[in-house]
Protein backbone atom coordinates (compact mmCIF):
# COMPACT_ATOMS: atom_id res chain seq x y z
CA UNK A 1 0.00 0.00 0.00
CA UNK A 2 0.97 3.21 -0.74
CA UNK A 3 1.53 5.65 2.16
CA UNK A 4 1.47 9.18 2.45
CA UNK A 5 3.24 11.32 4.57
CA UNK A 6 2.88 15.13 4.93
CA UNK A 7 5.07 17.15 7.14
CA UNK A 8 6.15 20.96 7.44
CA UNK A 9 3.25 22.68 9.07
CA UNK A 10 3.18 24.94 12.06
CA UNK A 11 2.18 27.98 13.75
CA UNK A 12 3.08 31.19 11.39
CA UNK A 13 1.90 34.50 11.61
CA UNK A 14 -0.36 36.44 8.66
CA UNK A 15 2.18 37.18 5.86
CA UNK A 16 4.26 34.65 6.87
CA UNK A 17 5.78 31.30 4.78
CA UNK A 18 5.60 27.67 4.82
CA UNK A 19 6.94 24.79 2.71
CA UNK A 20 5.13 21.52 3.34
CA UNK A 21 6.50 18.18 1.89
CA UNK A 22 5.05 14.69 1.15
CA UNK A 23 7.24 11.55 0.87
CA UNK A 24 5.35 9.00 -1.60
CA UNK A 25 6.35 5.73 -0.73
CA UNK A 26 5.37 3.13 -3.92
CA UNK A 27 6.58 2.66 -7.43
CA UNK A 28 3.23 5.02 -8.30
CA UNK A 29 4.48 8.24 -7.64
CA UNK A 30 6.55 8.93 -11.09
CA UNK A 31 3.31 8.76 -13.23
CA UNK A 32 1.10 10.09 -11.02
CA UNK A 33 -0.83 12.71 -11.00
CA UNK A 34 -0.32 14.71 -7.53
CA UNK A 35 -2.52 17.05 -5.43
CA UNK A 36 -2.37 19.28 -2.06
CA UNK A 37 -5.63 19.06 -0.86
CA UNK A 38 -6.87 20.84 2.47
CA UNK A 39 -9.78 20.51 5.63
CA UNK A 40 -11.00 23.38 7.27
CA UNK A 41 -12.38 23.14 10.34
CA UNK A 42 -16.40 22.43 9.80
CA UNK A 43 -15.73 22.38 5.84
CA UNK A 44 -15.18 19.23 3.69
CA UNK A 45 -11.64 18.11 2.04
CA UNK A 46 -10.89 19.66 -0.88
CA UNK A 47 -8.42 19.87 -3.66
CA UNK A 48 -6.24 23.02 -3.71
CA UNK A 49 -3.90 22.38 -6.49
CA UNK A 50 -2.39 19.81 -8.88
CA UNK A 51 1.02 18.81 -10.63
CA UNK A 52 1.23 16.65 -13.30
CA UNK A 53 4.17 13.84 -13.52
CA UNK A 54 5.55 15.66 -16.46
CA UNK A 55 5.33 19.04 -14.23
CA UNK A 56 2.24 21.05 -15.31
CA UNK A 57 0.50 22.67 -12.65
CA UNK A 58 -3.12 23.60 -12.14
CA UNK A 59 -5.35 25.31 -9.42
CA UNK A 60 -8.93 23.88 -8.64
CA UNK A 61 -11.53 26.49 -9.32
CA UNK A 62 -12.66 26.98 -5.81
CA UNK A 63 -8.90 28.41 -5.25
CA UNK A 64 -7.51 29.68 -7.98
CA UNK A 65 -7.96 33.30 -7.02
CA UNK A 66 -7.65 33.06 -3.61
CA UNK A 67 -4.02 31.25 -4.10
CA UNK A 68 -2.97 31.67 -7.54
CA UNK A 69 0.49 33.78 -6.59
CA UNK A 70 0.42 32.39 -3.08
CA UNK A 71 0.88 28.65 -3.40
CA UNK A 72 2.94 27.11 -5.62
CA UNK A 73 3.43 23.12 -6.28
CA UNK A 74 6.50 21.41 -7.20
CA UNK A 75 7.68 17.79 -7.61
CA UNK A 76 10.84 15.75 -6.84
CA UNK A 77 10.11 12.45 -8.81
CA UNK A 78 13.89 10.55 -7.59
CA UNK A 79 13.10 11.78 -3.97
CA UNK A 80 8.91 10.67 -4.56
CA UNK A 81 7.93 13.76 -2.75
CA UNK A 82 5.80 16.61 -3.71
CA UNK A 83 5.95 20.26 -2.12
CA UNK A 84 3.80 23.01 -1.71
CA UNK A 85 5.40 26.88 -0.78
CA UNK A 86 2.78 28.58 0.74
CA UNK A 87 3.53 32.56 0.57
CA UNK A 88 1.85 35.44 2.06
CA UNK A 89 -0.44 33.01 4.20
CA UNK A 90 -3.37 34.77 5.57
CA UNK A 91 -5.83 33.08 8.41
CA UNK A 92 -7.99 31.62 5.95
CA UNK A 93 -5.42 29.10 5.00
CA UNK A 94 -5.76 27.83 8.65
CA UNK A 95 -6.82 23.85 7.73
CA UNK A 96 -4.86 20.56 7.93
CA UNK A 97 -3.07 20.13 4.72
CA UNK A 98 -3.16 16.57 3.23
CA UNK A 99 -1.13 15.49 -0.33
CA UNK A 100 -3.08 12.81 -2.56
CA UNK A 101 -3.01 11.62 -6.08
CA UNK A 102 -5.33 12.99 -8.34
CA UNK A 103 -7.54 11.09 -8.40
CA UNK A 104 -7.39 10.40 -4.48
CA UNK A 105 -6.41 7.04 -3.44
CA UNK A 106 -8.79 5.58 -1.25
CA UNK A 107 -7.14 6.65 1.93
CA UNK A 108 -5.19 9.46 3.74
CA UNK A 109 -2.36 10.52 5.44
CA UNK A 110 -1.81 12.09 8.74
CA UNK A 111 -2.30 15.59 6.95
CA UNK A 112 -0.10 18.60 8.50
CA UNK A 113 -1.41 21.60 10.33
CA UNK A 114 -1.51 25.00 9.64
CA UNK A 115 -1.87 27.80 11.74
CA UNK A 116 -2.00 31.17 10.57
CA UNK A 117 -2.58 33.70 13.26
CA UNK A 118 -3.61 37.36 12.46
Known amino acids: QVQLVESGGGLVQAGGSLRLSCAVS????????MGWYRQAPGNQRELVVLITSRGATSYATNYADSVKGRFTISRDNAKNTVYLQMNSLKPEDTAVYYC????????WGQGTQVTVSS
Open 100 to 107: NAVPRLGY
Open 26 to 33: GSIFSRNT
